[in-house]
C-alpha cells in the first residue's frame, strides 16, 4: 500500500527553521494535492499548507510570510520549510497527498516539532 513518510522534525529555539520533508513510498501514481497539516496538544488538527500539482500554494494565516511549501512531482515528494519559528508552531506536522484517481487522502505518521522560547 502506498504510505507517507515525514521527516526533518525536531527540537530548536524560537526564530530557528527547520524543513521537513515528506516521500511516498510503494506508489504508482504521482499524487494531485498534497499538503501539510499540523496538531499542537488540546487542539485540533489545522491545515498548514497546500500545494497543487502545478505548484499552486495556500497558507494557514499564522504562517504565512514565514513557511514555504514546495514539492518534487516526479518523486512523490513535498516540503515544508519552516522559518522563524514561534514556540505556538509546537505540533505534530502531518503530509497529506491525494490519489488522483479515487481522490483518497494518504496521511503520514507525523513528525514532531517542538519550538522553545
Known amino acids: 500500500q502506498v504510505q507517507l513518510v515525514e521527516s526533518g522534525g525536531g527540537l530548536v529555539q524560537a526564530g530557528e527553521s527547520l524543513r521537513l520533508s515528506c516521500a511516498a513510498s510503494?506508489?504508482?501514481?504521482?499524487?494531485?494535492?498534497m499538503g501539510w497539516y499540523r496538531q499542537a496538544p488540546g487542539t485540533q488538527r489545522e491545515l498548514v499548507a497546500t500545494?497543487?500539482?502545478?505548484?499552486?500554494?495556500n497558507y494557514a494565516d499564522s504562517v504565512k510570510g514565514r513557511f514555504t511549501i514546495s514539492r518534487d512531482n516526479a518523486k512523490n515528494t513535498v516540503f515544508l520549510q519552516m522559518n522563524s519559528l514561534k514556540p505556538e508552531d509546537t505540533a505534530v506536522y502531518y503530509c497529506?497527498?491525494?490519489?488522483?484517481?479515487?481522490?483518497?487522502?494518504?496521511w503520514g505518521q507525523g513528525t514532531q516539532v517542538t519550538v522553545s522560547s
Open positions: 500545494i497543487t500539482s502545478s505548484g499552486r500554494t
Open positions: 510503494r506508489s504508482t501514481f504521482r499524487f494531485d494535492a
Open positions: 497529506t497527498g491525494q490519489n488522483p484517481l479515487t481522490r483518497r487522502d494518504y
